[in-house]
């Protein structure tokens, strides 16, 4: 991951404040409480909600990285960071006004678990400038930069237009609910892991975060069908990862990669074998 871009905008951005984005849980959970102790003068959980507090270090955080030597440490103590923000008030604030991205609240006003902070949430969420809560979730923020495969980019937050915005809950209707949450592959795999004893051991509003966790892990292994990304997920969520990151899974995955095999086949070789 080239991080030139997002350190040149630093550098032409001195008086802003920079804190990355990282979720816990993308980490080992012994090194990510080692780096966590390392930081944590300047780490700011986004689980304020008391139902989360228990799942917090698993959960999305706040690093103070203010500056560009600062940045470019953090990439390197973090380098599977999720994002960087360029905001104008202080990273303890802003982790407070982000929380409310972890929860916001669906079409039935039921409360639901969000890694809205992922490009596939955000950028829908960040076009709505017209809502209330859009008001209170980017208010402060000059510049939100995303990896993708390669590089760093910019997301684009337009101002908010809300006036007199009261309502600091993230609150979705139908149309913004299913363009984020009702891709069609999450509610397949999600309904089939649902049958499994597995699913029973995390409450459902968790059930759907893990299962599109589960699928954008498959889209980065490569999976390039909809039917190996969704049997990646379905064993990825039922325990499988060893399975999945086995080196004889590994090296037959360049195949599935090109083409030429099918993920069935090579899960069933592997366990046969």
């Given amino acids: 991951m080239n991080p030139d871009k997002l350190l040149e905008a630093a550098q032409a951005t001195s008086e802003s404040k920079i804190s ?16 966590h102790e390392q930081c944590t003068a300047r780490m700011y959980s986004l689980y304020q909600h008391p139902q989360l507090l228990e799942a917090r270090m698993a959960g999305p955080w706040l690093l103070e990285v203010n500056g560009p030597q600062a940045l470019a440490n953090g990439l390197n103590m ?16 802003l982790a407070v006004q982000l929380s409310w991205g972890c929860t916001p609240l669906n079409p039935e006003k039921q409360c639901v678990l969000s890694r809205f902070y992922i490009r596939e949430v955000l950028e829908p969420l960040a076009q709505r400038a017209e809502t209330e809560w859009h008001s209170f979730l980017f208010q402060g923020i000059q510049q939100w930069w995303m990896p993708d495969q390669h590089d760093w980019t910019q997301i684009a937050i337009p101002p ?22 009702d891709r069609p592959e999450v509610t397949s795999v999600l309904t089939q892991w649902q049958t499994f004893p597995s699913a029973q051991a995390f409450p459902p509003c968790s059930q759907r975060n893990m299962t599109t966790k ?11 069908t909809s039917a190996d990304r969704k049997l990646y997920a379905l064993v990825y969520l039922n325990g499988g990862k060893p399975l999945l990151e086995s080196t004889t899974v ?3 995955l360049i195949d599935v990669k090109q083409g030429k095999r099918k993920l069935m086949d090579v899960l069933l070789a592997a366990e046969q074998g």
């Fill in 20 to 35: 990355l984005l990282i979720e816990g849980g993308a980490y080992d959970e012994n090194i990510f409480a080692q780096l």
């Fill in 78 to 93: 973090f380098p599977l960071t999720a994002g960087a923000i360029f905001h104008s008030t202080s990273a303890r604030s």
């Fill in 160 to 181: 908010s237009t809300a006036k007199g915005a009261l309502d600091h809950a993230v609150r979705l209707d139908e149309e913004t609910w299913a363009q984020i949450y």
């Fill in 214 to 224: 589960a699928l954008d892990k498959a889209q980065a292994a490569g999976m390039g």
């Fill in 250 to 252: 590994q090296e037959a």
